[in-house]
């Protein structure tokens, strides 16, 4: 029962010497999304900079001239609060960049359609 193995080997051969050609729209959609994706990067590096800098300052002040953040803060602590603002920032700014270009693609998309 089954394939004989001659069959197989055909259809095998078939569909690993397969050469699919994209079409040009495909070659579009993978540049916008490569184009997008380094857009929300771009934007995501610059928000969590800035969120260290807004979170590490009054951290550091903080662990200095509080007695409770000085007893009870190291700097692990220290590392792990700078840190998770800046990993936050980063994500939600990228998938909101990210997003919001897909939004503005997918309205350009309709606006030509119906023009």
């Not at 959609?29 to 994706?37: D, G, L």
């Not at 700014?93 to 897909?102: G, I």
Request: a positive charge; zero cysteines; glycine letters at 4%.
């Amino acid at each position: 029962m089954g394939i004989p193995s001659e069959m197989r080997d055909v259809w095998v051969q078939r569909i690993t010497n397969s050469f699919p050609i994209p079409s040009p729209a495909e070659d579009q959609k993978k540049s916008r999304a490569e184009r997008y994706s380094q857009e929300g990067i771009r934007a995501g590096l610059k928000a969590a900079a800035i969120a260290a800098v807004v979170s590490a300052v009054p951290t550091l002040i903080a662990v200095r001239k509080v007695p409770w953040a000085k007893a009870n803060l190291n700097h692990t602590a220290q590392a792990l609060i700078i840190s998770g603002a800046s990993i936050a920032t980063y994500f939600i700014t990228v998938d909101k960049t990210v997003l919001e270009s897909a939004r503005r693609n997918s309205r350009a998309q309709f606006d030509n359609k119906t023009a």
